[in-house]
């Protein structure tokens, strides 16, 4: 038997090993996959919609060289990974924490931080919902608080001329950076919210479950609600001064606080210096940025912001502007302001 099995041994392997050199020969786009370098991105549902328009845009400019990954774990999860080493790029819809700060410098991760858009955080509801047309910082703060798990369940507990009927919420789960500032801007603390409602990391699943939800409430930012305007109506938010509607017009005047903020990508520093193709993407997103953010539905930053982008990131300066905190009622002008203390 073991004869046997010596006289067939190196048959078979050869055979294997040209079973192996047949499948590539055939399947010529998997070896191709398999060549091509690669930029691994993740974090937040919302810069997704940039960040994975750029990569078409990147790759069909470039004749399909680079392999770009872009996922969606949330800011938080994305830094997670990111600070780990696992991420080229990581997008983000607020700026890194300082236990995120921590892990990085653990790990020996330094990063460069560049703005890349303005976001309206958009108030939606089912377009069958007749009543609504505006809600007060006040009465999202009363919704969504702790204390108001199992008790705020129906539209007129909100408002008395409402009707009597069930409250569905919908919103990001605890590991997106949209939860996170929502959450600072109504409560005061990032992770004070009600847990009875419907979470996900994908905003395109609120999308779908509040489009079909008469009695739904959500919030994510606003290139998700343009993106499905017959889908969603959004409603106007009054912070003290009115009731103002999100829009670019709105946001140049800081009429829409707190609920306006800037959008970030955090990029890998040693990921800029030894890969090419990373370099080559991030220079051509800032270079796209005006066009491809307003084409997706957010607020494009000023020709002079995306040129600091652009220095900061030729010149390799590391860290960040915001202390590791979440910061509200960032104005398009205090971004610049922020920016420039790095020269």
Not at 23 to 45: H, W
Not at 186 to 198: F, H, I, L, P, V
Request: with cysteine; aromatic share 10%.
């Amino acid at each position: 038997m073991k004869t046997i099995l010596r006289r067939w041994g190196i048959p078979l392997g050869i055979l294997g090993l040209m079973t192996i050199i047949t499948a590539i020969v055939n399947d010529p786009f998997s070896s191709a996959e398999m060549r091509k370098p690669a930029i691994d991105i993740d974090g937040s549902s919302t810069v997704y919609p940039i960040t994975k328009l750029m990569a078409s845009e990147f790759n069909s400019s470039e004749d399909n060289k680079v392999q770009i990954k872009v996922a969606i774990s949330g800011t938080t999860g994305g830094f997670k990974k990111f600070c780990e080493g696992k991420t080229d790029i990581s997008n983000a819809s607020r700026p890194i924490l300082k236990q995120e700060i921590a892990v990085c410098q653990k790990h020996g991760i330094k990063y460069i931080e560049l703005p890349i858009a303005f976001d309206a955080l958009t108030i939606v509801v089912n377009p069958k919902n007749d009543w609504a047309k505006d809600i007060t910082i006040a009465e999202l703060k009363k919704i969504w608080e702790p204390t108001a798990q199992g008790k705020i369940t129906k539209w007129n507990q909100i408002r008395s001329s409402w009707p009597d009927k069930p409250l569905n919420l919908y919103g990001p789960d605890k590991d997106s950076g949209t939860y996170d500032y929502f959450m600072q801007a109504m409560e005061g603390e990032s992770k004070a919210s009600r847990n009875d409602y419907t979470s996900n990391k994908d905003d395109n699943m609120l999308v779908k479950g509040i489009s079909q939800d008469p009695n739904g409430l959500g919030y994510f930012g606003i290139a998700y609600y343009q993106a499905n305007t017959t889908q969603l109506k959004a409603l106007a938010v009054d912070s003290g001064k009115g009731s103002t509607m999100p829009s670019p017009q709105a946001m140049a005047k800081n009429l829409y606080q707190p609920l306006s903020r800037p959008l970030f990508i955090y990029i890998n520093y040693e990921s800029a210096q030894v890969k090419p193709e990373v370099k080559e993407f991030v220079d051509f997103y800032l270079a796209k940025a005006p066009k491809l953010v307003n084409q997706v539905g957010y607020i494009p930053l000023s020709e002079e912001a995306y040129h600091l982008d652009f220095v900061q990131f030729n010149q390799g300066e590391v860290g960040t502007v915001f202390n590791g905190e979440t910061q509200l009622n960032l104005t398009l002008t205090e971004v610049l302001r922020k920016r420039a203390t790095l020269f």
